[in-house]
Structures are given as C-alpha cells and as structure tokens.
Nanobody
Framework: VQLQASGGGLVQPGGSLRLSCAAS????????IGWYRQAPGKQRELVAL???????NYADSVKGRFTVSRDNAGNTVYLQMNSLKPEDTAVYYC???????????WGQGTLVTVSS
C-alpha cells in the first residue's frame, strides 16, 4: 500500500490544521491507521491511532487537541489539529498496520511548523 500525507504548513500558536492521509487501498481493510510525527533531532512518535472498529487512541501530549477520523467509504484518514503549540512542529506521517501485524513502508510526510 502507498501512503501520502498532506495538509501541513506554517501556522501560528493556537491555530488549526487538518492533515490528510491518502492510501492506495480502502482504509477499512487495515487493522489500524496511525499518525506519527518526527521533530528535528527526535525519534518518530505515535500521535494518534484509529482502529478498524473506529476506536481511537492519542498520545497524552495531544489529547483534547487532535482528532483522528476516516472516510469509511474511501481511502482517506484525517488528523484535525487544534490549539497548536510550537512543540507540535514536526514532519507528520501516516502508516497502517495490516492484519498480519506488519506495517507498510513509510511514505512521504508533511511538515507542520507552529511559530509566530
């Protein structure tokens, strides 16, 4: 499966962005779909996860500010990011976990910069 994240940009602190992840296959066929981010000099971390049944998990650092959702009829997953902080600055990626337990290859991420 091929994945393409988009929607990043420059936003002021307190602002909002919505990221999109387009998959080459129907997203309901995956066990989980996750949003990850990697800030300069840091390891990639999981930000939000949505399971095939629709349940979601979030990193503590984004709870109450970020919301992951999906287009059940299509191939797109979204990450709505509100009340953005400078520490949210990172390259954001999406990835999927198959029912075999394996993960897809990483696609191109999208850069989010939160700065005044």
């Amino acid at each position: 499966v091929q994945l393409q994240a988009s929607g990043g940009g420059l936003v002021q602190p307190g602002g909002s962005l919505r990221l999109s992840c387009a998959a080459s296959e129907r997203i309901v066929s995956f066990k989980t779909i996750g949003w990850y981010r990697q800030a300069p000099g840091k390891q990639r971390e999981l930000v939000a996860l949505i399971f095939s049944g629709g349940n979601t998990n979030y990193a503590d650092s984004v709870k109450g500010r970020f919301t992951v959702s999906r287009d059940n009829a299509g191939n797109t997953v979204y990450l709505q990011m509100n009340s953005l902080k400078p520490e949210d600055t990172a390259v954001y990626y999406c990835n999927v976990q198959f029912w075999t337990g394996n993960y897809a290859d990483w696609g191109q991420g999208t850069l989010v910069t939160v700065s005044s």
